[in-house]
């Protein structure tokens, strides 16, 4: 199998179509006619998933954040990039990003975290160009916001979350966008769809402050964590589609880490 195949099988997932038309998503490093054989999934190729690559003798790496994200106009190593790009080349790495083209599909991030955190009757959250970014879901039972927080917080792995809001009052809606979804549209969005509370990541001081304005109770599940829980996903389907070698990163990616004081 090549790694065209691999293309071929993600795209089934995440058609590039979707893409937002600002977004650089698809075969970003290497030879689509170059020998698959072993695939890694992660949402940034950074240096340690590059080095975890080169030792597990992986021929692909699949990400969910582009490489790439704006023009080049040099690679070489004076800069991180260049110096990552360079490297990957050398070992005959392919890099293939699914970026806003996972987050619009039908069964990619959002839908993801929907279904980890038990919501039911999905919808769109905020309008796309080709789909939806975001969803809301319904809880099958009411919760407090402390008890809803909690259970997010188990869900995602994570020590804590940053949450606005009473923690008495009560959830029952819940709307939701992986990633960095603290637009104030998306909030006013997910008031007006009757939702008790939004989740997303790299949630800022005046937008917590918006959505207290609004009454709406809002978690910061981060940027990370939001989307993290999409790769094994992602994983399993192109092991399904391809029946290559595949593997999750070992590597934490998260670049934050909490401090409990």
């Known amino acids: 199998m090549f790694v065209k195949d691999v293309v071929n099988a993600i795209e089934k997932l995440a058609p590039p179509e979707l893409a937002e038309h600002w977004d650089n998503v698809g075969l970003l490093i290497g030879d689509e006619n170059r ?6 999934f992660a949402l940034d190729a950074i240096d340690a998933v590059i080095d975890e690559a080169i030792e597990e003798k992986a021929d692909m790496i699949i990400t969910h954040h582009p490489i790439i994200f704006k023009g080049l106009s040099s690679v070489n190593t004076k800069t991180a990039l260049g110096r990552r790009i360079i490297k990957l080349i050398k070992n005959d790495i392919a ?3 699914a970026h806003t083209s996972l987050d619009i599909a039908q069964g990619g991030t959002n839908d993801i975290l929907a279904e980890t955190l038990n919501l039911s009757d999905i919808s769109g959250l905020v309008p796309a160009e080709n789909g939806f970014l975001g969803r809301t879901g319904s809880l099958k039972a009411q919760v407090s916001l402390g008890e809803f927080t909690q259970s997010v917080i188990n869900a995602l792995g994570m020590l804590s979350a940053n949450v606005t809001g009473d923690p008495d009052s009560i959830v029952k809606k819940v709307g939701l ?3 960095s979804g603290a637009d104030r549209d998306f909030m006013l969005a997910a008031k007006k769809a009757g ?3 939004y989740i997303t990541g790299d949630v800022k001081y005046h937008e917590a402050q918006f959505a207290e304005d609004i009454g709406l109770c809002l978690i910061d599940a981060t940027h990370f964590y939001t989307e993290s829980i999409a790769m ?11 029946g290559l070698e595949c593997m999750v990163t070992k590597v934490k990616g998260e670049s934050f880490k909490t401090v409990i004081g």
């Open 35 to 40: 020998e698959c054989k072993k695939i890694l």
């Open 95 to 97: 890099v293939y990003c």
């Open 177 to 179: 966008c992986t990633g």
């Open 195 to 197: 939702c008790d509370v």
């Open 232 to 242: 094994p996903y992602v994983c399993e389907f192109i092991k399904n589609e391809t």
